[in-house]
């Protein structure tokens, strides 16, 4: 029992191999989001959101990894499952879809691309795994790119499942699977990875935002809810102001739209505009009498 506990522990060698792993990949990241910008080197990120890409880089890979582990208990559970069933399961699309909505879009392809590599790795030196992991990626990014409800990010998963699933049976083949049976399971966990995206999105997705101070179109929506706690307020202190910050609210949102902005931010930001009138009234124009 003592041997067997001992074959177990990580030892030193596999201690170097992660090491090396995790430099590999964060030289990979370092190297990506360089660019060139007038005879000088800079991120193609700001610094916060390059800590952000780190961060869920890194999360996705010990989850990953952490996923890998168990499927030898899977596997002996369920014996008739394919592997690469199992690991298609794994919602690694979850951060993609996260970066797609928070980073501008060359900078979102770019985590995607290092994030498949560094799956690759840990679990096998494949590029068809890779090219898997890209495409799903890109699909699952796209679908819940403009998102501004929680259903859609749902919708978008089980989309993006039906469309990569033929890439999954062609993962399947590639990879040896004859049966169809087999290359059947490969397909249902590839949708399975799909769909757990999205709700993994859902449940992950409010902790990042929190920790790195992004504002995505689900939360922007969630402050345009008129029972949010500080609208409320501005609708019982001053009823005026709110009719018209909701007024103002739609001009923006006409007007971003003729000129291309991010009409949603607009019309948020319109409705919050005047709520200083609640705490500080009398530095408003309209409050002041005589000179000023």
């Known amino acids: 029992v003592l041997d067997a506990i001992r074959h177990q522990r990580l030892d030193r ?5 992660l090491a090396g792993r995790a430099g590999v990949v964060f030289a990979l990241l370092l190297l990506a989001f360089i660019v060139v910008d007038r005879d000088r080197l800079r991120f193609a990120i700001e610094t916060h959101q390059f800590a952000y890409a780190v961060t869920s880089l890194v999360a996705t890979a010990v989850a990953f990894r952490l996923w890998i582990e168990s499927l030898a208990s899977l596997a002996e559970r369920y014996p008739g499952l394919p592997e690469a069933a199992l690991v298609l399961a794994f919602p690694a699309a979850a951060t993609v879809m996260h970066a797609r909505v ?3 879009y060359a900078s979102a392809v770019i985590y995607l691309a290092v994030q498949s ?5 840990l679990w096998q030196v494949d ?21 501004s409800r929680r259903q859609c990010v749902v919708r978008a998963g089980l989309v993006a499942g039906l469309v990569v699933a033929p890439v999954a049976a062609c993962l399947a083949m590639l990879t040896g ?23 993994t999105l859902l449940a992950v997705g409010p902790l990042f935002e929190w920790m790195f101070g992004h504002m995505t179109r689900i939360r922007l929506v969630e402050l345009m ?4 706690p500080l609208l409320r307020q501005l609708t019982e202190a001053t009823p005026g102001t709110f009719q018209h910050s909701v007024t103002i609210g739609l001009l923006v949102d006409a007007a971003a739209l003729a000129v291309a902005a991010d009409a949603l931010l607009a019309r948020a930001g319109a409705l ?8 500080r009234p009398e530095i408003f124009v309209e409050n002041q009498h005589g000179a000023n």
Do not use: M
């Open 13 to 17: 060698a596999t201690w170097q191999r």
């Open 177 to 199: 699977e004859a049966s169809s049976v087999g290359v059947a399971w490969t397909v249902a966990g590839a949708v399975a990875g799909c769909v757990l995206s999205g709700l």
């Open 102 to 104: 928070v980073l501008p």
């Open 272 to 279: 919050y505009h005047d709520v200083g009138k609640t705490e």
């Open 117 to 121: 590599i560094c799956l690759g790795l």
């Open 127 to 147: 590029l068809v795994f890779v090219v898997y992991v890209l495409v799903a990626g890109l699909v699952t990014g796209h679908l819940a790119a403009d998102c």
């Open 225 to 228: 809810n008129y029972q949010h």
